[in-house]
Every structure is written in C-alpha cells, then in structure tokens.
C-alpha cells in the first residue's frame, strides 16, 4: 500500500478515490491530524494514480469527479465517516489554517470589539496619517487601516475570504510568502486610496484582492506548485470590485448616501498580487 496525499477536504478526497474506482484501481483513505491521507492498495498502479492525482489537484471541481462520486458512490456499503458537522467545520477551518493567517483574524476579531468599546480613540490610533509628521510619529498606521473593519458584515466578508486566499498560499508556499505579501499589498493600496479619498477608510480587502491575484496569476503559471482557484470564484470578485467602483459613481451622485468603497485599495492590491505572482514566476528555479 502506498501513501499518495494528505487531503485537507475529506469529500474532495473521496471524490478522487470514487474516480479511480471507475477506472478500476482502488484507493482507501484513513483520517491525519491535517484532513485524511489516501492511499493505493495496488503499487503496481502508482505511476496512473500519480498522473491522474497531478490532474485532480489542477482541477478539483471538474465534472467528471462529481460524475464519479454518483456513479460509484451507491455501490459503497462502507465509505469514510466524516464525523460530526461541527467537528468537520472546526477540523476543516484548522486545517486550512497557518499560524499567520490565524493570527490576522485574531488582531482583526480584537480591533473590532475595541472599536465597539471604545470608539475613535481606536481609529485615531489606527487610520492611515493624514500627515508627514504624523507619519513620522506613528508610521505602523501605513499598514493598519488592514485591521480596521465598521460593520459586522464587513469584517466577516474580509476574514471569509482572507482565510480562503491566505491558508491557501500559507500551507502551499509558507508563512513568509504570506507576510510579505500581506505586507506589500497593505502598504502600497494604502497609499493610494489615502492618494484618492484621504485617511478615513479601512478593512483588509485590498490584501484579500492582492492574494486573489497571486492565487489566479500563480495557478496559470507555475501549475507545478499545486495552488488552485475556482473560475467562479474568481469571476465573482472581480464582479464585485467593478460593483463597487459603481456603488462608489451612485455614492457620488446622491450625495454620500451610500458607503463609500475603498476601490483603489481594491484594484491595487489586485496588481500587487498579479505583479508578485510575475516576478515568483520569474525566479523560480524549478522552471527551465
């Protein structure tokens, strides 16, 4: 028997090994500390399997693993137990999860409530200077509008999307790629939304937009990495920024009505990801 991966997503697992039924080679899985591990009963299909896994991992979500799992998935008296709903979600969400992009919903989840308790003392503390000696005095406030959300449905779409993106790029290339480019992607949209609307906006969806962007840019290039990116996923934030350079256009018209959206941010930090997931390509070493 031979180990081929560790799956963070147990039915995505169970769905490559309902396809491998079908094409008569038999795989089992087992639960790990990180998801669940599939294995290959026969070594003598290892060089298929392989190939076929490298398929797989490209594109998950493809039609004819889902044909698969119904097809096979009736013939199964005994298939892997799941467990409990809220010990899947717990496992799934840890799992998912490096240090990092922990820490980042704790230090948004914490200035959140302080912003509840104690009001504009915070955003004072946190919005980006609006001066050079302001920056001088306090220059952290170039990367901490980040943390800085101003409704429930904010920070739980930020968090949302940066736990998605972020444990992504964390578990597949490492802490620091992250950091970095939770740095960069903070500073420089920063800049220039301040440039366009001055210090009073906040949020982390410039740094969710520079990882989509990396996510996107990365999968095209360096496929060999393993990072992937639904089509849907990516089709509907890129929906959703030009959405908000439209609510930004009836904000404008109706006399700031509506919320302001810190578009640039947004668009930058799109760039920021899209121009670091070009120079990785570049420097990568692993490509001839």
Same mark, same amino acid.
């Given at each position: ?211 989509? +962007?990396? *996510?996107?840019? %990365? $999968?095209? /290039?360096?496929?060999?990495? &393993? ?7 990516? =089709? #509907?934030?890129?929906?959703w920024m030009v959405f908000g ?10 006399? +700031?009505? *509506?919320?302001? %959206? $810190?578009? /640039?941010?947004?668009?930058? &930090? ?7 997931? =070009? #120079? ?9």
């Open positions: 028997m031979q180990q081929l991966a560790i799956v963070d997503n147990p039915r995505l697992a169970q769905s490559f090994v309902d396809y491998m039924a079908t094409q008569k080679i038999t795989c089992q899985l087992s639960a790990h500390e990180q998801g669940v591990v599939i294995w290959l009963v026969d070594d003598a299909h290892l060089q298929q399997v392989q190939r076929e896994w490298q398929a797989f991992v490209h594109d998950p979500m493809a039609r004819k693993y889902q044909q698969a799992s119904w097809q096979v998935g009736d013939q199964h008296q005994v298939r892997f137990s799941y467990g409990s709903s809220s010990s899947l979600i717990k496992q799934r969400f840890l799992a998912h999860s490096g240090p990092f992009t922990l820490l980042m919903i704790a230090a948004a989840v914490a200035v959140y409530l302080a912003e509840m308790f104690m009001g504009n003392s915070v955003y004072q503390a946190l919005f980006f200077p609006s001066s050079m000696a302001a920056f001088y005095a306090q220059p952290w406030r170039i990367i901490t509008p980040i943390l800085l959300h101003f409704s429930i449905t904010h920070i739980l779409f930020n968090l949302l999307w940066w736990w998605e993106f972020g444990g992504e790029i964390e578990r597949k290339l490492g802490t620091g790629k992250l950091i970095i480019l939770t740095l960069v992607s903070g500073i420089i949209p920063n800049f220039m939304q301040f440039w366009s609307t001055g210090p009073l906006f906040g949020g982390l969806s410039g740094v969710v937009y520079a990882l989509l +962007g990396y *996510l996107w840019w %990365t $999968a095209w /290039l360096r496929p060999h990495v &393993g990072i992937h990116l639904n089509r849907m996923i990516v =089709g #509907f934030m890129l929906l350079f439209f609510i930004t256009s009836l904000s404008s018209s109706s006399q +700031g009505l *509506l919320p302001a %959206t $810190a578009n /640039l941010a947004h668009l930058f &930090g799109l760039i920021v990801g899209c121009v670091q997931a =070009g #120079f990785d390509r570049l420097t990568d070493k692993d490509i001839s």
